[in-house]
Structure formats: structure tokens, C-alpha cells
Nanobody
């Protein structure tokens, strides 16, 4: 069973930066697709960025050009570098791992989340 632990959240002023980390246990990390999601109070959880096992990345329009997702398979860790932060980026950020299986249905795991608060 994969476990995910997020870290790096905190309070930052608008225009500032934070780097979130998502550390995974287990030996199958390199084949997983990892996504970062966020959920603000009263809003639905939304996907912010994702990175495939091959390193392909994708981003929500709201964060393109400001956020960068990367992975270090040697450390079983995915990072989300967040620059030019805005108050509307305030949310709990979660990482999500999808491990492919022979059945065709991936096994999905969520982390516990880390709070990001951007003050104006």
C-alpha cells in the first residue's frame, strides 16, 4: 500500500513562492502518475498539475506559467514549485498517485493535504 505525505505548505504574501513536496513510500513510485489537487473552502477539489511516469506534465489554466511540477524518482518525491502566488491560490493542497494495474483500473492513493495560505 502506497502512502503519500505532503509538506511545504504555509503562509506567504501575494507574489511570493512556496515549494510543496509529496513523498511516497513503496517501490513502484516511478511508474505512477502523480497529481496535485487543491480544495478551497466551499469549493470543489480541482486538479492543479500532473506528471506522468514518463515526465509529461499538464497544468490547470489558472496556474500555467506560475506553477511547475517535477519528480525525483530516486527520492520517491514529486514537487510543486509555486511562484507568483495569489490570494486565490489559498487552499488545502493534496497529492494523488495513480498506480497502473493489470486490470486496467489504477489504484488511487491520496495524501492528507497541506494548507497553503496567500495573504494580500
Amino acid at each position: 500500500q502506497v502512502q503519500l505525505v505532503e509538506s511545504g505548505g504555509g503562509l506567504v504574501q501575494a507574489g511570493g513562492s512556496l515549494r510543496l513536496s509529496c513523498a511516497a513510500s513503496g517501490s513502484t513510485f516511478s511508474i505512477m502518475t502523480i497529481g496535485w489537487y487543491r480544495q478551497a473552502p466551499g469549493k470543489q477539489r480541482e486538479r492543479v498539475a500532473g506528471i506522468s511516469s514518463g515526465g509529461s506534465t499538464n497544468y490547470a489554466d489558472s496556474v500555467k506559467g506560475r506553477f511547475t511540477i517535477s519528480r525525483d524518482n530516486g527520492k520517491n518525491t514529486v514537487y510543486l514549485q509555486m511562484d507568483s502566488l495569489k490570494p486565490e491560490d489559498t487552499a488545502v493542497y493534496y497529492c494523488n498517485a495513480e498506480r497502473p494495474t493489470s486490470s486496467g483500473f489504477p489504484v488511487v492513493t491520496w495524501g492528507q493535504g497541506t494548507q497553503v495560505t496567500v495573504s494580500s
